[in-house]
């Protein structure tokens, strides 16, 4: 994929959206990345974008819509922000290395260049894998499309301690109550946020030092692996054990984060746990609500060890393109 630092040429499609030559060159990067996965076996699916049971991710916003029969206001249905709840359906069903370009949507996302309430996702699974073999598999399909700066890979640990001083891990050793108390003190004393409220936990105050004073500083002339999250955040990533982590990594290119990856948690309890927690933390935050699945992914569909990334390929569009933002890679972009 040939990169530069000059604008793409030529008149564009839509007076804000990308030109011809750029929608070109988008069009072979995903020609590329259908030919990667198809190359090396994985089944190419195509799943709902419009279901009555989305993703259940607490600060993920939806689009609610209502379905119409004869005039009459029939089921509530979402526009689905992710296929995960659908690709893992077909794993628990038995179908192997699987993958899906499609859209995705998600409502009340922060207006600007990095930002579609409409966007392109690649989602790809690997059976009998966890993060680190996702992990290779990643770089290969960067290689395959043309990245030629060298990667990165760095813990949660490490870019804390690079960025911040603090010692992430030993803020994770007690119970929680302490462990919040070490990071606000950690914080405190180097004057990271100025002021640190009574009702703020420890993953809330993980979350405003990360995006304030470590994000901002990870490198932009390279991708990164930013590996082994805390696995005190609730996610659907698998806990490795023995350590404060979890089984998952993020990849961030020109200094945006364009891809999340687990080795997906597999136990029903976990999972049942997690969607609860999840429904709950909707409900404190007022966002849309919506049914879940009390099945979900439960006998005798059990869900495979494998390990999941979902990746946003019109940022990483931007990135192998040199575009700084993400209306100069969609043909009709949503302005708003």
Not at 287 to 303: E, F, I, S
Not at 313 to 319: F, Q, S, W, Y
Request: hydrophobic fraction near 35%; glycine fraction near 6%.
């Amino acid at each position: 994929m040939t990169r530069g630092n000059e604008r793409s040429r030529g008149r564009p499609a839509t007076p804000q959206g990308a030109s011809i030559d750029t929608l070109q060159r988008r069009a072979e990067i995903l020609r590329r990345i259908r030919s990667f996965f198809d190359g090396r076996g994985y089944l190419s699916v195509e799943t709902p974008q419009l279901a009555p049971v989305p993703i259940p991710e607490a600060h993920i916003e939806l689009f609610p819509v209502r379905a119409v029969q004869e005039g009459q206001f029939g089921a509530d249905l979402y526009l689905l922000p992710s296929p995960e709840v659908y690709l893992k359906q077909l794993l628990a069903a038995g179908s192997g290395n699987l993958y899906e370009i499609t859209h995705s949507f998600r409502n009340a996302e922060s207006r600007g260049p990095q930002h579609n309430p409409e966007f392109t996702m690649l989602e790809y699974y690997t059976v009998d894998a966890d993060s680190t073999d996702s992990l290779a598999i990643t770089k290969e399909l960067l290689r395959e499309l043309g990245e030629t700066a060298p990667v990165e890979e760095l813990s949660m640990q490490e870019a804390w301690e690079r960025c911040t001083g603090i010692d992430l891990a030993a803020t994770l050793a007690g119970p929680a109550r302490e462990n919040r108390e070490n990071l606000a003190t950690e914080i405190q004393e180097r004057s990271l946020a100025q002021t640190i409220r009574d009702d703020e936990t420890w993953e809330d105050l993980f979350q405003r030092v990360f995006l304030s004073h470590v994000e901002p500083e990870l490198p932009r002339d390279r991708p990164v692996f930013l590996t082994e999250y805390p696995a005190v955040i609730p996610t659907l990533a698998r806990s490795i054990p023995g350590t404060p982590w979890s089984d998952r990594w993020e990849l961030y290119v020109s200094g945006m984060e364009v891809a999340n990856c687990f080795g997906e948690e597999t136990g029903p309890d976990r999972i049942r746990q997690f969607t609860a927690h999840q429904a709950e933390e909707k409900r404190r935050l007022r966002l849309v609500t919506h049914p879940r699945d009390g099945q979900w992914l439960q006998p005798p569909g059990v869900l495979p060890r494998s390990s999941g990334v979902a990746l946003g390929v019109d940022r990483l569009v931007m990135h192998l393109l040199r575009e700084d933002t993400i209306q100069r890679v969609i043909s009709f972009p949503l302005f708003w």
